[in-house]
């Protein structure tokens, strides 16, 4: 019963006027499997990040974890 899955987005900016953090864009898309519950998933992100910092361009990272 319930949902077994779980569809997530997320849009992060950070604008480093105050500080000495250069700005920065992220776009994460996620999935998450729940075998039982919360207590045992798989969760995978995908994100993109941009900054500001000379030369650095585009990042992508992928990262999949299992929960127990």
């Known amino acids: 019963p319930g ?3 779980e569809l997530s ?3 992060t900016r950070i604008r480093g006027q105050t500080t ?3 700005d920065r864009e992220e776009a994460t898309v996620g999935f998450s499997w729940y075998f039982r519950q ?3 998933k798989l ?3 995908y994100a993109v990040t ?3 910092i000379a030369g650095s361009g585009q990042r992508a ?3 999949v974890q ?3």
């Open 9 to 11: 987005v997320r849009y």
């Open 20 to 22: 000495t953090l250069p």
């Open 43 to 45: 969760q995978a992100d």
């Open 66 to 68: 299992l929960g127990l």
């Open 61 to 63: 990272r992928l990262q």
């Open 50 to 52: 941009s900054d500001e």
């Open 38 to 40: 919360h207590d045992f």
């Open 3 to 5: 949902m077994r899955h």
